[in-house]
């Protein structure tokens, strides 16, 4: 399994943002701009606290398997693969998700002075945080999870000192 790319979620990020700015501009010229719902930001908080929890609990239960304490409750591998998978897509799903409200928050900046703009760029902002939030849990995740490095792996294509 490959380990996520920060380059890779800025990338989505931004192409999504810059997609999303202009889709604005455009659906605002010919009628009304959709609204940011308000749901958005709670829920990828939500996301971003099950990741957090899950690589919490998995980071004790792995740091007591290793201390070889006898009430420790083992990690299933196939569980922490699953967990590492959810938590590479959440990150991808929040880094789209995160760069379309960034750009509709960045163009809906233009009107601050209406209200319900102002709130609708209020509630895209937020979405924004609790969408890098979601990406930093779902790193934290990845990086708990992570097998240690192979040490007779790591001089591979060396010869042994005789």
Request: net charge positive.
């Amino acid at each position: 399994m490959r380990e996520l790319r920060i380059r890779m979620l800025a990338g989505v990020f931004v192409v999504a943002g810059v997609l999303s700015w202009a889709g604005a501009r455009l659906w605002n010229s010919i009628g009304t701009l959709p609204s940011v719902p308000l749901a958005a930001p709670i829920v990828l908080a939500v996301i971003a606290a099950i990741l957090l929890a899950t690589a919490l609990s998995l980071r004790s239960r792995l740091k007591a398997q290793r201390e070889r304490r006898p009430e420790a409750k083992g990690v299933d591998p196939l569980m922490a693969a699953r967990a590492v998978v959810f938590g590479q897509s959440s990150a991808l799903v929040a880094a789209l998700v995160s760069g379309m409200y960034g750009g509709a928050g960045v163009f809906l900046l233009e009107s601050l002075d209406i209200p319900a703009r102002r709130d609708q760029a209020i509630y895209a902002g937020f979405s924004v945080l609790a969408g890098i939030a979601v990406i930093a849990a779902a790193l934290f995740l990845e990086r708990v999870c992570k097998l240690p490095e192979d040490d007779e792996h790591n001089g591979a294509g060396t010869a042994p000192a005789a």
